[in-house]
Every structure is written in C-alpha cells, then in structure tokens.
C-alpha cells in the first residue's frame, strides 16, 4: 500500500487508516490508495467488516480544492463510492475531528457511521460557489429529513456528532478510544446488515413539489447572487423523485455547470486569498512572537469600545482608558449595553456576557497601561494628540509592549517618531463597528520589528479577524482605494445621476450597499472633516463639491434624519429626496453640465475600474503584498460581493485589456483628466497577465 493509506486486520475488521495530513484531504493519491484498500477488504477472507478512519483531528477535510477545474487522476471519489456501494462486507466511518465536503460524502458511502464525541460534519461546498458533487446530494437526504439535509448543503453549516446521531447522520457516538469502539461496532454487524445508503428512499414526508416550491422561494431570497443554493435545491429535489442513479446524473451536471462559473471562481480565490494574508515575505511563519496576555485600550469612544470588545471576546484582559470618567463611563456602558442586545438576541448567554465584562477593566489613569503586552491607541485623529499620548506612553508602558495605533488616516511613522522604540510601533486599523468588521488592516512602519509584524499579525486572527498587511500611505489600502470610487460616484450625480440610481446600479450588482447609503450611515461630516484637511495637505486635489454642499445644509445622514436621503423617525431606510434632487439640479446648472443619462453598466464600470486602479499603484507601490490582500480588504472590510471576488479579482475576470481600454475611454469623457490608468495596469494588460498570479 502507499503511505497516504494503511490497511491492517484487527480483530477480523479490516482498518484502513487514512494518513494524508493534514487534514486527510481527497487528492489523487488519497483517493487511489482508498481504492486499492476497499478492494482488498472486500477480498480479504480474514475481514468479516471493514472501517475507514482518518486522524484524531480529520477524519477528512474534502477534496483537494487545488485539484477543482483542473483534469483530475482516476480514480474519482465518484469511482471509490461505487466501490463502497459494491462491498458485500459491512463498511464503517469511524469520524474523529471532522468529516467535511468529500470526506462527508466518503463517509456517506459507507454502511454505518460512529464518531467522537464533538466530531463536526458538514456539506460546505456552497461556500465555494459548487455542490458536493460526489452524490451528497443524493445520499445526504436518505440518511437525515430532507428538511435539515437541504438547510445543511444550501447553508454550508457544520452539525455536531450528537445532533448528527438525532438526525440518524452518526449511528453511534464512541467515548474512549475511536478505533477499539469503532471495531467493536464493526464486529456486532454480520453481512446480512449491508446498508447501502443508494438503496433507502428519501427521508421526505408529504408531497414533494409542494414541498421544493416552498423551500426554492425561500433560498431564492437568501441565496442574492449566489447560483449554487438553487442548484442544490434542485439536486436534492431528485434525489427525492429519481432513482439514484439519475439523481447523481443530475448532480454530476449540475456541479460539472457550477465549478465553471464567475461566481465559483471567485469564491474559490476568497478561500485562498485568506489563507495568503499571513506569509509576509522576510518574515517567515515561525517567527518567535511576543506572548500577549493583558492589553490595555487607550480611548473608550465608538472604535475604543468595540476593540476592547474583541480582547474580552477572545479571553484577553483588557483596560479600557479614558481621559475623563464620564466618557470612561458612557464608553463602559455602551459595551455592556452591546453586549446585552446581543444575550437578548439568544446569540450569548448572560454567563458569557458576565465572563467577557469581567475581563473589561476601566480608568482614567493611563499608568494603568505599565502591564499591557499590547496597547491600542484609539483617541480623536489628531496627530498631535496621538504623539503626546505616544509620547507619555513611552514613559508608562514596559519593555518589550506593542504600541499600535488606530488611526486612519495619520502617517503611523511620524507618531512612532514620538517614541523612542518605534520599533514597537504599529498601524491596528480597525474598521467599525471593531467588534463586527472582519477586517484589521495591519499598518508596517518603516521602522516596524518583524516581530512585532508576526505578533500583530497573530494577534488579528486571535480576534478573529482577518489580518492584512498594509505599508504606510494616506488612507493604507481600503481607505486610499475608496477615496477614488467617492470621487467618481459623485461625479456621476454630476453628469445626471441621482443618488438612488448609484446606489441601486451598484447593490444590484452586489455591493452591500450603495455609496450614498453608505456616506449617510457613517456620518456626511467625517469626510467634510477629512476633506477640510485636504484642501490644506494637498490642494491640487480635484473633487466635487456636491459632498460640501449636503453638509453645508447640515444634512449629515441617518444620525441627521436626512443626508443624501431622508429617514423617517426611527428608520434607517433611505427615502429618494426631492430637496436633493434640487441640489443636484442647481448644482448642474451652476456648474454648466447638461444631465445625460448614465447607465447602469456605466456606473459600476467608473466605480469598480476606479478601485481597481488605485489598487494597481498601491500594489505597484509595495503598500500591499499581493493584489489577493486588496481583494481581501475589500470582501471583508468593505462590502464588496465574495462572488466578485474582490476589485482586483474583477479586473482579472474581465480581463485586463479591458479594463484598460474602458479607463482610456473614461479619459475622453467628464472629469477625465482625474483618470491616469495606473503603469502597472497598462504593463500587464500590454502583456496579457493578471493581477492575482
Ligand atoms: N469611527 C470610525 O469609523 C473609525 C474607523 C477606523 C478608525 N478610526 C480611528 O479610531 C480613532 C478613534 O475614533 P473614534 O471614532 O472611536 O473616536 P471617538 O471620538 O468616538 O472616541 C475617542 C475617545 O478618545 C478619548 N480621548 C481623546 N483623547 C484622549 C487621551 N489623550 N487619552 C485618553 N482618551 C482620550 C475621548 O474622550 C473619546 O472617548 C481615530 O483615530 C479614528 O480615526 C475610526
């Protein structure tokens, strides 16, 4: 046998042990040696029953997801579960950690299932834009109702080893040594107890067209976007109408459909694209890091509260600072009420809010900060605020402690400047709410150590966040990419849009929500503040005044009742304006632009290109590592659709040359000289070549 497999007799039971780490993934090897073992115990007199096992920790992750798309060897899985259907000897899953996707089906296709305690089980295909494909559509609801088989692939949702023994999923639960109770199980089944899964009838009460009308409207509605849940639905439909090998027919078509579309491969680069975020080039993966047990968050506002919000969540103890005792107060207070909201909504219990507030310490005195192993600054965005307080804790904090800042837009070199460790010092750009957002931007000064990098960056997925890296620049990644898609989505109110067409043209597309939404919700008044500081930083900046002039009226979103939109009382539903459409008119007029109709495919090209190539130069540049780190920022930082993959993703599926040709048309038309195609665009659409590699 080969090494990715080992097949021994135990007590008359034929044990083949998976041994293909980490994760025990499906790949070519894998599912040769499965094979070749199956067939042996299916011949070997000495085996009365056999059992599959994987490790303590993965009985089997699935498929090799390198191997989607691309030609694969035989045999498939496909072949293997014909061999398991074909034993006339009872065959057993013995489930330790977890069976996922193929290994799920794997395990499907044996007769009988037995697991540890707490195992995990699960179909997530979907997330990956696909189906399980090697008949977990067909075998799934013979074993559990089809109600929850349906819920479990068209969600993607692991369940445990005991809600999968109610759900008849896992025959028995083994406390103690996996493979003794496994064999012991294994040893009570005599060959007139052969269970092949392809033989049951579907687990479906009542009539099935009923039953499939109710269940495609309802995925329908939660699925915006996404092909793969009505896919399912419809495979699990025939499972429940067609005999077993029409029901895999219709699978094996079905994923065969899903696996070539946008949508998959781009949710196939997310999956990837996440797990790149952490390989920093010169900065290799087993980099001693600083040990983080006690963090100290200095400022108790809107990010100050959330941030410390996210230690609590993870055990860390955290002292949140404040310079007064009423904003120290109201901070506290805003978290435990957070905290509460959420126990009301059954997603914690009060045992966990109590446990997380207890680690959640307040003061107003930053000495208070001499024992933290990381201290997030989290103060108003002044740079003189932030160095004296950089300044002050210098003195304070001991040797050795992370001094992170969260700033957004202020040079994070000139506020390490104000110590005499910058080496300790770092950019930790939450985004808000810090408690919700995936996303933490992770800011390397010039003089950042590489240890202090590797912590920061272990630190982030200790929060459960997701971690990128960014250099320092104005706005780091998301922000300084955002800024060109606010500048272009108001030149297109300019030119005769309105803002519920911007936005309505860009969230039919997928964007969480459409820009102007979106200014309203933060707050018009922060960008006012930031474009005040502009005007002065850089005043050869070109960009409307149309954002002004809301302002200037006091219209400064939801907090206002009224922004781009109006908000009834209470409301947070944006209502077209007609005030607004006022503005937009006289400003026209004032500005002598005759309104043309834009259309929708217009809007999302000037938008979407314009993040794009910002995101070039910022790659060319070397503020980001990869373009898969932008698309990451966007996915999760800023409500970009996963099944677009990201700006840069986008650009690639359209194809470069494109996209060049769309910008150098953008150039003609108005404002065009604010369009300059980035070099490293025109390099590589001159060459034929992708941003993601
Ligand atoms: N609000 C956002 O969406 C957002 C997003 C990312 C980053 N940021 C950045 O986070 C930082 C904080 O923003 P915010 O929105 O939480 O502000 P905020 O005004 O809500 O809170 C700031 C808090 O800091 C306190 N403070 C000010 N100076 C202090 C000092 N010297 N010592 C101790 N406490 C002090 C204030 O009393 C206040 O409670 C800023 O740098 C901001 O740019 C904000």
Not at 302 to 308: D, L
């Amino acid at each position: 046998m080969s090494d990715v497999a080992s097949y021994a007799v135990r007590d008359g039971i034929a044990v083949i042990t998976m041994n293909n780490p980490p994760v025990n993934g499906l790949g070519n090897a894998l599912r040769a040696a499965l094979m070749a073992c199956l067939q042996k115990a299916e011949a070997d007199a000495a085996a009365r029953g056999a059992l599959i096992i994987g490790s303590a920790r993965a009985f089997s992750g699935g498929a090799d997801i390198r191997e989607f798309g691309k030609p694969r060897e035989k045999p498939d899985l496909f072949e293997v579960n014909d061999q398991q259907d074909a034993m006339g000897k009872p065959l057993v899953a013995a489930i330790g950690g977890f069976a996922l996707g193929g290994g799920l089906e794997l395990a499907l296709g044996c007769h009988y299932r037995v697991a540890a305690p707490g195992a995990q089980l699960g179909l997530p295909e979907v997330k990956l834009g696909i189906l399980p494909g090697s008949g977990g559509t067909q075998r799934l609801p013979r074993i559990v109702p089809m109600a929850e088989a349906v819920r479990m692939m068209t969600t993607g949702a692991t369940i445990s080893a005991e809600r999968a023994k109610d759900l008849g999923l896992v025959d028995e639960i083994v406390h103690g040594d996996l493979l003794e109770g496994a064999i012991a199980f294994t040893r009570k089944l005599d060959s007139s107890q052969v269970r092949r899964t392809r033989d049951m009838p579907a687990k479906i009460d009542g009539d099935p067209e009923a039953f499939f009308a109710q269940v495609r409207d309802q995925v329908a509605k939660e699925s915006r976007g996404y092909p793969a849940p009505l896919e399912i639905v419809a495979c699990a439909a025939a499972a429940a109408t067609l005999p077993f090998d029409e029901g895999r027919k219709v699978e094996r078509e079905r994923f065969n459909r899903l696996v070539n579309t946008a949508e998959s491969k781009a949710l196939r680069h997310m999956f990837f694209a996440e797990r790149q975020t952490s390989k920093i080039p010169g900065v290799p993966e087993d980099t001693q890091v600083r040990p983080i047990r006690k963090a100290a968050v200095i400022g108790a506002g809107t990010m100050g509260g959330g941030i410390a919000m996210c230690f609590a969540n993870a055990g860390i103890p955290v002292t949140v600072i404040d310079a007064t005792q009423e904003f120290l107060d109201r901070g506290i207070s805003k978290i435990r009420s957070n905290y509460a909201a959420t126990v009301e909504k059954g997603r914690l219990a009060q045992s966990d809010m109590d446990k997380r507030m207890a680690l959640i310490r307040g003061s107003i005195n930053l000495a208070q900060a001499a024992d933290a192993d990381i201290v997030v600054e989290a103060v108003f965005e002044r740079m003189d605020v932030k160095q004296e307080l950089f300044r002050k804790l210098d003195g304070i904090v001991q040797p050795g402690a992370i001094l992170a800042t969260n700033t957004s837009t202020l040079d994070v070199d000139k506020i390490a400047a104000a110590t005499t460790r910058p080496e300790d010092v770092i950019g930790t750009h939450f985004f808000s709410p810090a408690n919700v957002m995936r996303l933490l931007e992770v800011v390397r000064g010039k003089r950042t150590a590489k240890d202090v990098l590797a912590t920061t960056m272990k630190l982030g997925k200790t929060l459960r966040k997701v971690p990128v890296v960014s250099g320092v620049c104005d706005g780091f990644i998301g922000n300084r990419m955002l800024e060109k898609y606010v500048q272009q989505s108001l030149f297109l109110l300019e030119e005769g849009a309105t803002p519920a067409q911007v936005d309505g043209a860009l969230s039919r597309w997928g964007m969480a929500m459409g820009p102007f939404a979106m200014y309203d919700m933060a707050g018009n008044d922060i960008g006012w503040e930031i474009r005040k500081r502009r005007a002065v930083e850089r005043p050869d900046m070109v960009y409307s005044k149309l954002a002004d002039r809301i302002c200037e009226k006091g219209w400064f979103g939801q907090k206002a009742g009224r922004g781009w939109y109006r908000y009834e009382k209470g409301s947070r539903k944006p209502v077209p304006d007609p005030e607004v459409e006022k503005l937009l008119e006289d400003f026209r007029a004032e500005i002598k632009v005759k309104p043309r109709k834009i259309p929708d495919e217009g809007i999302i090209e000037r938008c979407i290109y314009a993040l794009a190539n910002e995101g070039a130069r910022i790659l060319e540049e070397g503020i980001a590592l990869r373009a898969s780190d932008i698309d990451m920022v966007y996915l999760t930082g800023y409500g970009f659709p996963p099944y677009r993959g990201g700006p840069m993703f986008h650009a690639d599926s359209v194809g470069l040359d494109k996209v060049l040709k769309s910008i150098q048309t953008f150039q003609k038309g108005y404002q065009g000289a604010q369009w300059q195609p980035a070099p490293l665009l025109v390099k590589l659409a001159g060459e034929g070549k992708r941003f993601n590699l």
